[in-house]
């Protein structure tokens, strides 16, 4: 069974850090992209930061420069460093598995997400 | 800065029939942009519908479908029943490992 579960999120000052983990179970965790999607209180999905199998990372002109996802594969894990945090990063962030075949450009199995929030 | 556009909201009657869109604030969506459409209750993670404009996922039930209808990507819901009330989002991709979510469709059923 595929699971996905987030975890690290918390609440961290303005101007703050903080790292965003996703680990993986029940595939094969290398051969696939994952992505994170964020959700702020009362508000839609924001696609964040896409890690593809083969190494490339993406992300939303919202987060360039400030996060960096990044993946032990060795760990089935996923994580995403969040620095220079602002207000509007208060989110409940998820992972999402990148679904097959690799062209249809969906989603598949999404984590039950983890909150973050920005405040001082 | 690209814009996917949906409805904010949408009433259908149990029963009913209600198509929801996805479009570009500046173009047309078409096959090429691999609309997808989540399904979201509060409190809860997404849930996959459709992907690559019509493709059902697994165990979606076949009164959702998919389509492009004239420049959007829309989502039809036929037969709604109550526990279809959720949100509703679409997504398109945009090339070079880039995605874009539409704002959500917050629909009714009463």
């Known amino acids: 069974e595929v699971q996905m579960l987030e975890s690290g999120g918390g609440l961290v000052q303005p101007g703050g850090s903080l790292r965003l983990s996703c680990a993986a179970s029940g595939f094969t965790f290398s051969g696939f992209g994952i992505t994170w999607v964020r959700q702020g209180p009362g508000k839609g999905l924001e696609w964040v930061s896409f890690?593809?199998?083969?190494?490339?990372?993406y992300y939303a002109d919202s987060v360039k420069g400030r996060f960096t996802i990044s993946r032990d594969n060795s760990k089935n894990t996923l994580y995403l460093q969040m620095n220079s945090l602002r207000a509007e990063d208060t989110a409940v962030y998820y992972c999402a598995r990148r679904g097959v075949p690799v062209a249809n450009q969906y989603f598949d199995y999404w984590g039950q997400g983890t909150l973050v929030t920005v405040s001082s | 800065q690209t814009v996917v556009t949906q409805e904010p909201s949408f009433s259908v009657s149990p029963g009913g029939t209600v198509t929801l869109t996805c479009g570009l604030s500046?173009?047309?969506?078409?096959?090429?942009?691999?609309p997808s459409w989540y399904q979201q209750t509060p409190g809860q993670a997404p849930r996959t519908l459709i992907y690559s404009t019509n493709t059902r996922s697994s165990g979606v039930p076949d009164r959702f479908s998919g389509s492009i209808l004239g420049n959007k990507a829309a989502l039809t819901i036929t037969g709604a029943q109550a526990d279809d009330e959720s949100d509703y989002y679409c997504v398109l991709y945009m090339g070079s490992g880039i995605w874009v979510f539409g704002g959500g469709t917050k629909l009714t059923v009463l």
């Open positions: 890690s593809g199998s083969t190494g490339g990372t």
């Open positions: 500046s173009g047309s969506v078409s096959t090429n942009y691999y």
